[in-house]
């Protein structure tokens, strides 16, 4: 069991998924990656992530698909939808997601999760762990 917030990060592009990753994890966080959709619902049913980071033009299954999916498998859980495009911001506020638009900075990255997570664990705590074990300060 992890003490940090652990987030799962979705997306085709192994470069993008890769850059992501970094960023988290040299923010503290415990990270969780996967390429696809499929991969990415069975990681969401056994791994009990705290946030959930979609990109949203994926091959097979969209993010917006798999939002609508990781809500029924862990309702509660944000979700965030990566968009490259500026009218995509709306489109994923329509459907119920945090957007981050590209390029975005680890800075950006670290202040959206931690504001969804620290949201997540006043809702409903998880595995005892808090917002503040992030070890930042």
């Given at each position: 069991?992890?003490?940090?917030?652990r987030?799962l990060?979705?997306?085709?592009?192994?470069?993008?998924l890769?850059v992501?990753?970094?960023?988290?994890?040299s923010?503290k966080?415990?990270v969780?990656?996967?390429?696809?959709?499929?991969?990415?619902?069975?990681?969401?049913?056994s791994?009990?992530?705290?946030?959930?980071?979609?990109?949203?033009?994926?091959p097979?299954?969209?993010?917006?698909?798999?939002a609508?999916l990781?809500?029924?498998?862990r309702?509660?859980?944000?979700?965030?939808?990566?968009?490259?495009?500026?009218?995509?911001?709306?489109?994923?506020?329509?459907?119920?997601?945090?957007p981050l638009l590209?390029?975005f900075?680890?800075?950006?990255?670290?202040?959206?999760?931690?504001?969804?997570?620290?949201?997540?664990?006043?809702k409903?705590?998880?595995?005892g762990?808090?917002?503040?074990?992030?070890?930042?300060?």
């Amino acid at each position: 069991m992890t003490e940090f917030p652990r987030i799962l990060a979705v997306d085709d592009n192994k470069q993008n998924l890769s850059v992501i990753e970094r960023a988290l994890r040299s923010a503290k966080y415990d990270v969780v990656t996967a390429e696809d959709g499929p991969t990415a619902l069975k990681l969401i049913a056994s791994t009990t992530p705290d946030l959930v980071l979609l990109d949203v033009m994926m091959p097979g299954m969209s993010g917006v698909e798999l939002a609508r999916l990781t809500r029924e498998v862990r309702p509660g859980v944000p979700v965030a939808l990566i968009t490259g495009r500026p009218d995509g911001i709306d489109y994923a506020i329509e459907a119920g997601t945090i957007p981050l638009l590209k390029p975005f900075s680890p800075e950006q990255l670290e202040t959206l999760w931690a504001d969804a997570v620290s949201q997540t664990h006043e809702k409903a705590p998880k595995r005892g762990r808090s917002a503040s074990t992030r070890g930042t300060s």
